[in-house]
């Protein structure tokens, strides 16, 4: 089982960056997809999620509005488009999979807001 992120880097606040998890070696479109981010010195937060019957989305009060979660179940690929970035957005960005009692996470990608 492998989830791969993508896409993190460092950008401007105001900016954007669309982050990317590539899934292999699990039936992708039978898993919760999900985005958590750490900040240094912070609990692991969900940032995002999207279910796999329905593509049912839920965020955090705090990205509301600001990034979108999608999931593309023939590439095994879930994304998050990150807008209107915040310095209070840095942090590691994790991708999650979820069914039943299976739990399985990425490597992090890291994301810094920064002028």
């Known amino acids: 089982v492998q989830l791969v992120e993508s896409g993190g880097g460092l950008v401007q606040p105001g900016g954007s960056l669309r982050l990317s998890c590539a899934a292999s070696?699990?039936?992708?479109?039978?898993?919760?997809m999900s985005w958590y981010r750490q900040a240094p010195g912070k609990e692991r937060e969900l940032v995002a999620a999207?279910?796999?019957?329905?593509?049912?989305?839920n965020y955090a009060d705090s990205v509301k509005g600001r990034f979108t979660i999608s999931r593309d179940n023939a590439k095994n690929t879930v994304y998050l488009q990150m807008n209107s970035l915040k310095p209070e957005d840095t942090a590691v960005y994790y991708c999650?999979?979820?069914?039943?009692?299976?739990?399985?996470w990425g490597q992090g990608t890291q994301v810094t807001v920064s002028s």
């Open positions: 999207i279910n796999s019957a329905h593509g049912r989305t």
């Open positions: 999650n999979a979820f069914r039943w009692s299976v739990d399985y």
């Open positions: 070696g699990f039936t992708f479109s039978n898993y919760r």
